[in-house]
């Protein structure tokens, strides 16, 4: 029997090319939120694949930004560098198509400054033809030295096991690093949070969600089965307040109401959720209010 391994494997890429998607049809779970907002991701998320092969760890990342326009953006970019040191091998997400923008050209500057192994994963293949593909691989291939290039769709789920295979080829032999039913190091409360975050998202206008934050106040699993949770949304102006609750706060209940229902599939029993929306003006570049809303550093990087 050949022998076990295991490591992590970082996904990076710019925002919004798919790395939470790929990251939650890998490992046949929805752990880490998605949306087509840029910036959904915003802190370092593990899930952990096992087979008989070992185990991958797969470490998804807030997409590179080129510029921090606040602290929060600051730490997203600590964040992803420090993922890039930790890693055993890189997955660079792309999206299919042949022009290199000046932000996949920073990626490569960055990622030829390490010497970890580099697999270009060409994401959304199911959005292009088959015959555009090798013209795409050849307008990438020598922008790396890359240790492999594989076409894949994480939504529909095509080349994962291929994409695997890869991985475990360049992971270090040893033993298992979780147990072997877990899927993510994140605590239900965390992910919880997370999830409340992606109905917001998912609701509300384009002005309001980078200034939104979720708080669990209570986190509570009854004998009886059913789990009670207090969360508060925070925004940064008192018209987002107004916006995040809605007429008669129907927009808030509605978020609620996606998330609850999410959240019941997660646990397999009855949630009962209450919302609060709290104004913290420019959150977003107040260390303290970032290291209690759970982006703080030492945790991360």
């Known amino acids: 029997m050949s022998e076990l ?3 992590f494997a970082a ?5 919004n090319v798919g790395k939470s998607t790929l990251m939650n049809h890998l490992i046949g779970q929805k752990i880490a939120i998605t949306s087509d907002r840029p910036q959904t ?13 070992g185990q991958i ?27 890039l040191a930790d890693a055993d091998v890189v997955l660079w997400l792309i999206e299919p198509s042949s022009y290199i923008g000046e932000g996949d050209r920073e990626i490569a500057a960055a990622l030829k400054k390490v010497k970890t192994p580099v697999i270009l994963v060409i994401n959304k293949i199911d959005t292009v033809k088959k015959e555009q593909l ?8 020598d922008l790396c030295a890359f240790a492999e290039i594989v076409p894949v769709s994480g939504l529909k789920e ?11 080829r360049y992971l270090p032999e040893g033993p298992l690093l979780f147990d072997e039913e877990t899927l993510t190091d994140q605590p239900l409360r965390d992910i919880a949070s997370e999830i409340i975050r992606e109905k917001a998202l998912l609701c509300l206008k384009e002005e309001v969600p980078h200034g939104i934050a979720v708080t669990i106040e209570k986190y509570t699993q009854r004998d009886d089965g059913l789990t009670e949770i207090q969360a508060s949304v925070i925004c940064e102006r008192d018209s987002h307040k107004g916006i995040v609750i809605g007429k008669g706060g129907a927009m808030l209940k509605r978020i609620g109401t996606l998330a609850r229902r999410e959240i019941e599939e997660l646990t397999g029993g009855k949630v009962f959720l209450k919302l609060f929306v709290k104004v913290r003006r420019d959150w977003r570049d107040n260390e303290l209010l970032l290291t209690n809303y759970g982006y703080h550093r030492k945790k991360n990087v």
């Open 158 to 168: 095509k080349n994962l096991d291929d994409l695997t295979d890869v991985v475990f």
């Open 41 to 53: 991701t915003r802190n370092r998320i593990q899930t952990v694949y096992t087979d008989d092969r």
């Open 11 to 15: 996904i990076i890429g710019r925002p």
């Open 134 to 141: 090798l013209g795409i691989i050849d307008s990438w291939k």
């Open 57 to 83: 760890i797969f470490v998804d990342t807030p997409g590179f930004l080129r510029k921090a326009g606040n602290r929060l953006g600051e730490y997203m970019m600590e964040v992803s560098a420090g993922t």
């Open 5 to 7: 391994k295991s490591g």
